[in-house]
């Protein structure tokens, strides 16, 4: 990776619509030497989608709440398979990280109300393997795919 692939990189972070005629404009080289290094970049795995930031509210997932939560000697993945199942109509499971300390897993879900919320919960720690959570609520976004 040079400083060419990561300012193409940041001007995909800032909108992955841009063209590759308006990529190689911004980094001052042809649009067939864009592609050949978008190629690469998705090839190698650097680039591994593009995406769409998302109006929650509009879609009725305007709250986002973190879950924290333990496991016993249950496989991280096995839970991990177990929770994506629960996402709804209601509910959207967007992430989930294994993280270091007290806690297993970190989840990031959208969700319509409280008491979507509280159904999430209910069948989250009915989970086989999760013997804990904590739950933190955003009481709103300053920065989203910064």
Known sequence: MDA????????LRQNSRLSQEQIA???NL???????RLK????KQVIRGYTTLINWRAIDLALTAFIWIGIDLTPCTKVF???????NDE??????????GEWCLLLKIRTSSTESLQDFLDRLRAISG??????????STLGEAL
Do not use: G, W, Y
Not at 4 to 11: A, F, N, V, W
Not at 30 to 36: F, K
């Open 91 to 100: 509910i959207l499971v967007e992430e989930c990280h294994r993280v270091t």
């Open 130 to 139: 999760v013997k804990s959570t904590m739950t933190n609520i955003a009481l």
């Open 30 to 36: 042809s649009r067939p030497a864009i592609h050949e």
């Open 40 to 43: 690469r970049l998705e090839t």
């Open 81 to 87: 398979a177990e929770i994506k199942a629960l996402s």
């Open 4 to 11: 060419t692939d990561r300012q193409i990189i940041s001007l």
């Open 25 to 27: 404009r911004a980094v």
